[in-house]
């Protein structure tokens, strides 16, 4: 069917087939903008247009719905070199981060200022309502549309509205849009999905309907028969070797306990054959002529059945070690299953999958024992935490394809050298054939940073020798992907009358799901980044993670540390109403201070021995003042309803930057034969504006401007190594390299520029816009490079660095919030949130200030109503994104505030700290606690729902 019509002001006919989406139509016909992060439901607002001068989602509008009638897409309006008033708007104000909706961002402002071009807050709420968003957090949305309506008025208006920070410097600190959010605002192909080739393949998977199976048998003849499948693999395929899905560094503390294909399946939506076919249409029919025969084994889903003595074993293959075998491992092997791969630990990690614990530690300092029989007051809480899907707008992507004897795999992954690195295992290949290039990120957020599809993906490219590309389906990123593991946290506090603490222990509980992917990790975080905000010569943790037959966990932002704080924040507002005392007032007796040695941190090594670090920088008290001044703490507020009221809460919060001893990152620095810089960085920009912390910190040093810098990153044949944009290691670790490179930069410029001048070297300085100055003359840096680079010359001048320190560099913050509760209905609405965070030096303050709105609308989300709900028989209910419940913006307080209080950090570059994750941590215990001061109950399990208020209450 041929449909006519009016897109981007030009007239243009379809062939278009029967059913056949708007969405699709479009894309097909070379629309780059439109994404798809929901398949076609509407409810993401990736795929946006605007029909007749009203935004709409085109995956919910047929192709021949489009007849006789006009389309406008992000195109209409301006690319990355030309933008529009509005994407401009959006640039300056920072609310580009990943990107992946972005376009249709702009699309809606754009409708929306049109017919109201002076909206108020509701007005902008109205008008995204139908956008997801889960990098900015919504807020900045709102400086944008306030800046482009400015531009209306006055197209020379200039915002002031971003905060700038260090005098000394004249680009780091100062806001500068990231280059790479012009080309996404743009809708530009920049993603895994626009680099697909004519001819590709596509990848499908038939996943298990059980939790918990054996397959007897699998049949696949009619599958391998279908017109267009060009492979059918199963079990008996696949390399027979285990790994780990955990991109960490090598040798991991995680099991080696999965296959590519396993025999058994362990969760809903395991892996139980793949299909490679040349269209979508015959993968799908091939994968529904597989027929499976499965013998059905008891499910378990969560701890205490996994701990039960005559609980089902989820791994009941060897187990073996590469190093530190127990002694009584023989013994543990004894009753092993031959029909089930074996799990391979690289060393101990406390791990015995003979009763379903992956991994398992305890530690501490001090006397416990001492210091509770020392308390006048004892407390003992235990709290709950459910599982999470990290909802990226770009689900997990990937597209390989084989070059000669090598394998170039496009990447939508935080961890591209992990993912070379286990690839090229599984594959029995070199390192050096296989090739990851990290493609633009549609959101990450912790799931990216672990490999669950691209080791298939290269397995199936590899095999066939064809292009395959695999994207997750929406509900595949719910049952077979990673995701926040569940917690079960008991804290116990023992205190003096006057609040000091005398003892302090937590037990986290993890339910690791089917593999055990950052199993020891994650609740060991929980406890090093809650821990040691308090001071205490007696403090303690045991960690244990079992397996189950939920679908795997995995990294997420925080990594176990909202779930931590949350449970020890709580227990101290908790305590503090035990001793009747002010929360404010007991923290303050008790936290962490700027110099303190955090002890603790000694018994926390990340499967290694750890070390005592002093907290050698600290923004917490400047916080927790200005926090307490904002949100006017211990006043009582009345919300003029008497089924409503009102409560203050607060949380302190910190993070790491980086894993010192464990981490590297190496960057190379190249001038060019203008004098204009390549800068080639192992990190990984998620979107979080990585790339530009790179280009900032060279420029600072080597005295030029940010547009003579091309930063080229996450390529690894292109640039030197690089741990991966995980614990909130990019600015420190990658943006340390880059600026020891720079300055490694800065010391040729000044010897070359020496003999070329005829000058000593310590007389030679560096001064903008790009000059080497002695006393007795001047060189610019295109003219130094014509003289390297000539047939006299030295050569091109390239300087290669790394970073590597076992200095420790903490960010803190405090978050307050104010909350209505409404005791009628149990909703529990967010009226004010403040998150102060003390980053350091922010090297990009809208960028930081955008991370910090994304992390709590995400832990708001967290702790109100997102949560996977599962069956008896372990089928996860809520695998979209409208039932599982997401953050919008019309859920964002109407108070929303983000504070960046600055320190200088000794350890990192330009007193640069991390600012991505620590975010995540603050919004559960602050709206627990505030609950309890509107109500005067605990919520010790999350999420707050409206049911479990009421309950609390003694309402149902």
């Not at 939508?412 to 290949?429: K, N």
């Not at 995995?554 to 924040?569: E, M, R, S, V």
């Not at 504006?689 to 390529?715: F, H, N, P, R, Y």
Request: contains cysteine; negative net charge; aromatic residues 8%.
């Amino acid at each position: 069917m041929k449909v006519t019509f009016i897109l981007n002001g030009r007239e243009i006919s379809f062939e278009t087939a029967p059913g056949e989406k708007a969405q699709k139509v479009l894309q097909r016909n070379g629309i780059a903008s439109i994404r798809d992060s929901d398949n076609g439901r509407g409810f993401a607002g990736s795929d946006t247009i605007i029909l007749d001068g009203k935004a709409v989602s085109s995956g919910l509008l047929l192709a021949p719905q489009l007849e006789g009638r006009e389309v406008r897409t992000i195109e209409f309006y301006g690319g990355s070199r030309n933008p529009s008033f509005v994407q401009q708007a959006m640039l300056e104000a920072g609310c580009v981060q990943s990107g992946y909706n972005s376009p249709a961002a702009a699309l809606m402002i754009h409708e929306l200022l049109k017919r109201n071009p002076d909206p108020d807050r509701e007005a902008v709420k109205d008008a995204l309502s139908g956008l997801f968003n889960r990098a900015t957090g919504y807020e900045q949305f709102f400086d944008a549309v306030r800046i482009a309506a400015a531009r209306m008025k006055d197209p020379s208006y200039k915002n002031e509205g971003i905060p700038e920070f260090g005098e000394e410097y004249s680009i780091v600190g100062k806001p500068a849009p990231k280059k790479d959010s012009a080309r996404m605002v743009a809708g530009e192909k920049v993603y895994v999905e626009d680099r697909v080739e004519p001819g590709s393949c596509i990848l499908k998977v038939l996943r298990s309907p059980h939790a918990h199976a054996r397959i007897r048998s699998i049949d696949t003849r009619a599958a391998e028969a279908v017109k267009g499948v060009v492979a059918v693999f199963t079990h008996k395929d696949v390399p027979q070797r285990t790994y780990s899905q955990a991109g960490q560094g090598y040798p991991e503390p995680s099991p080696y306990d999965r296959m590519l294909i396993s025999r058994k399946v362990r969760h809903v939506g395991d892996r139980v054959a793949v299909v490679v076919a040349e269209t979508d249409e015959a993968a799908e029919k091939a994968l529904s002529l597989i027929k499976v025969d499965y013998e059905l084994l008891p499910v378990v889903l969560d701890w205490d059945d996994a701990w039960a003595e005559d609980a089902p074993i989820i791994h009941g293959g060897r187990i073996e070690y590469v190093d530190g075998a127990p002694e009584d491992l023989n013994e543990l092997n004894a009753g092993a299953d031959d029909g089930e791969e074996p799990v391979l630990y690289q060393f101990p990690i406390g791990g015995n999958p003979r009763k379903n614990i992956a991994a398992s530690v305890s530690g501490g300092i001090g006397d416990l024992e001492k210091g509770f029989a020392e308390a006048d007051t004892v407390i003992e809480r235990t709290y709950t935490t459910t599982q999470i899907q990290c909802t990226p707008l770009e689900t997990h992507t990937c597209y390989a394809r084989v070059e000669g004897d090598r394998l170039v795999i496009h990447a939508s992954t935080q961890v591209p050298y992990h993912v070379r690195r286990i690839v090229a295992t599984l594959l029995d290949l070199p390192e050096n054939q296989v090739r990851v290039i990290k493609e633009r990120v549609g959101g990450g957020y912790g799931s990216k940073q672990d490999i669950v599809l691209e080791e298939l993906t290269a397995f199936c490219a590899w095999k066939t020798g064809r292009a395959v590309f695999h994207q997750y389906s929406r509900e595949e990123e719910f049952i077979a992907n990673s995701t926040r593991k569940p917690m079960r946290i008991t804290v116990k506090l023992g205190a003096k009358k006057d609040g000091r603490l005398t003892a302090m222990f937590m037990k986290m509980e993890s339910n690791q799901g089917a593999y055990g992917a950052h199993a020891l990790t994650v609740p060991m975080n929980g406890v090093s980044k809650s821990l040691p905000l308090f001071l205490c010569d007696n403090a303690g943790f045991e960690v244990v993670a079992c397996y189950s037959n939920r679908p795997p966990t995995g990294a997420y932002q925080g990594y176990g540390a909202p779930k931590g704080n949350y449970a020890l924040q709580l227990a101290v507002r908790e305590l503090a109403a035990e001793l009747g005392m002010d929360h404010l007032e007991l923290v303050e007796k008790n936290r962490v201070t700027e110099g303190a040695m955090l002890e603790i941190l000694k018994c926390l090594g990340e499967g290694r021995e750890g070390a005592a670090a002093p907290a050698v920088s600290c923004g917490l008290g400047p916080a927790l003042e200005q926090g307490a001044e904002m949100i006017s703490w211990g006043r009582r507020e009345d919300s003029g309803d008497p089924d409503v009221r009102i409560g203050k809460g607060f949380a302190t919060v910190q993070q790491g930057s980086g894993l010192p001893g464990l981490d590297a990152a190496n960057a190379t620095i190249k001038m060019l034969g203008d004098g204009s810089f390549l800068v080639q960085s192992g990190g990984a920009d998620l979107g979080t504006g990585l790339d530009l912390v790179s280009a900032k910190m060279t420029a600072e040093v080597l005295k030029c401007g940010l547009e003579v810098i091309t930063v080229q990153s996450g390529d690894t044949d292109m640039a030197p190594f690089d741990t991966g944009a995980y614990a909130s290691s990019g600015t420190f670790f990658s943006g340390g390299a880059t600026y020891n490179a720079a300055l490694k930069m800065a010391g040729k410029i000044k010897k070359e520029a020496a003999a070329i001048l005829g000058e000593k070297e310590e007389d030679i300085e560096l001064a903008a816009p790009g000059i080497a100055r002695g006393k007795k003359g001047e060189l610019s840096y295109r003219k130094l490079a014509w003289h390297t680079q000539g047939g006299e010359g030295t050569g091109q001048l390239i300087a290669s660095a790394s970073f590597v320190t076992d200095k420790f560099s903490f960010p803190y913050g405090a978050h307050f919030c104010q909350v209505a509760v409404n005791t009628r209905t149990g909703k529990v609405t967010v009226q004010k949130y403040y998150a102060l965070e003390d980053c350091g030096t922010p090297i990009n303050p809208e960028y930081a200030l955008g991370q910090i709105y994304g992390a709590v609308v995400k832990s708001m989300g967290h702790a109100l109503y997102e949560e996977m709900i599962f069956d008896k028989s372990g089928r996860c209910l809520t695998t979209d994104l409208r039932s599982y419940g997401v953050p919008m913006i019309g859920d964002i307080p109407e108070d929303f505030k983000s504070v960046l209080v600055r320190t200088d950090d000794p350890f990192g570059p330009f007193g640069a700290k991390s600012v991505s994750e620590i975010s995540v941590n603050g919004a559960a215990p602050a709206i627990a606690s505030a609950i309890y001061d509107a109500v005067g109950v605990w919520m010790r399990d999350w999420p707050f729902s409206p049911e479990k208020v009421l309950k609390a209450l003694g309402k149902i």
